[in-house]
């Protein structure tokens, strides 16, 4: 099964995240038959290793895209991209999968989200990033399945770094709200409220359909992606 924004199809992009059912994409050969079923070529699609930073490598051109290839893997965690035939893959388990896109579809980044990349500004630097790609184009975002505040738990030296309006008190223990620390940042770089779609897809608490590693401590991954064919 595949969780994604009908959106991404209205802007000629083809993209998600999977559930655990299509299996544990943590390896690369675990990939390849889930693209084949989705008909996107998966020598197309990029790989990084990801580190909770705040790096993002932008792919303009299919030659940089090809030249991309020939490196050795490189450290990041967000993509930014302005070529078409091409596209991006992350690995999340509880960590928000950000898929930010122009509505025309001639632009479109993939970040992931862990808290402290979210502590650290990515969404709100990869939008503004993907801003500068396409001017006044209006921008789009959607929040694939993630920990969401029913879930995560977290000390107070975690708690203080979020705004106060994302920590939750709930019996005596703190709970942070990514979803609206994201929404807070994406606001700042310009999306308005109806332009962002985050539903409530718990990777923690759905264990029927998602991997977690809050919940299970094993090193089980979903896999999203984005493609411009």
């Not at 992009?13 to 038959?33: C, I, K």
């Not at 450290?75 to 999968?97: H, N, Q, R």
């Not at 609206?180 to 409530?200: C, F, N, S, V």
Request: proline fraction near 6%.
């Amino acid at each position: 099964m595949i969780y994604t924004d009908p959106r991404l199809l209205s802007a000629g992009l083809v993209g998600g995240t999977l559930s655990r059912h299509e299996g544990n994409m943590r390896a690369s050969e675990a990939q390849t038959p889930v693209y084949e079923k989705l008909s996107v070529p998966a020598q197309r699609i990029l790989h990084f290793h990801q580190t909770h930073s705040t790096r993002i490598i932008t792919i303009d051109s299919p030659e940089a895209a090809q030249q991309f290839q020939q490196l050795p893997l490189q450290e990041a965690d967000a993509w930014l991209f302005t070529a078409s035939g091409w596209g991006a893959a992350i690995l999340t388990a509880d960590c928000v999968p950000l898929f930010l896109w122009a509505q025309d579809g001639r632009a479109f980044a993939l970040a992931h989200c862990g808290w402290r990349g979210v502590v650290n500004k990515l969404p709100l630097l990869t939008a503004q990033a993907l801003r500068q790609k396409v001017g006044d184009t209006p921008l789009q975002a959607w929040l694939g399945p993630h920990i969401q505040s029913c879930c995560f738990e977290v000390q107070q030296d975690v708690a203080a770094q979020f705004s106060p309006a994302n920590v939750l008190h709930k019996d005596g223990k703190l709970f942070v709200d990514l979803t609206g620390e994201i929404r807070q940042q994406l606001y700042a770089a310009g999306l308005k409220p109806d332009t962002i779609a985050a539903p409530y897809y718990c990777t923690c608490g759905d264990k029927a359909n998602f991997f977690s590693w809050r919940r299970d401590h094993v090193k089980e991954n979903l896999l999203s992606f984005i493609y411009k064919p």
